[in-house]
């Protein structure tokens, strides 16, 4: 059941990601610092993925990101942060499947 879930909704959040959050996250900041945080979320959520590996972390793995970028001095939006944390995770599971192949 769970896998199935899986397989709809997941799916279903990534094109909203896609087509819905990440323009409108665009038309609210420059390039410049749309890479810079996310060069930085991306960081932060390849550091929490490796400290918190244990299934059931997620919370823990969110707030690591949030410290850090707190940290660095970001200010951001949690409905933008989630949509950045999203994109980078996708991202990192791509990259690794990769290197499983």
Do not use: C, H
């Not at 001095?73 to 944390?85: A, E, S």
Request: net charge neutral.
């Amino acid at each position: 059941m769970i896998d199935i879930i899986a397989k709809v909704i997941i799916p279903i959040l990534g094109a909203i990601v896609t087509y819905m959050l990440i323009p409108w996250f665009k038309a609210k900041t420059t390039k410049e610092q749309r890479d810079n945080i996310y060069f930085w979320v991306t960081v932060a959520v390849q550091a929490a993925e490796m400290i918190y590996n244990e299934k059931g972390q997620g919370k823990d793995k969110k707030q690591y990101v949030i410290d850090f970028l707190t940290s660095k001095g970001i200010k951001i939006t949690m409905d933008d942060l989630d949509v950045l944390i999203e994109a980078a995770v996708k991202e990192l599971n791509i990259a690794q499947g990769k290197a499983a192949e």
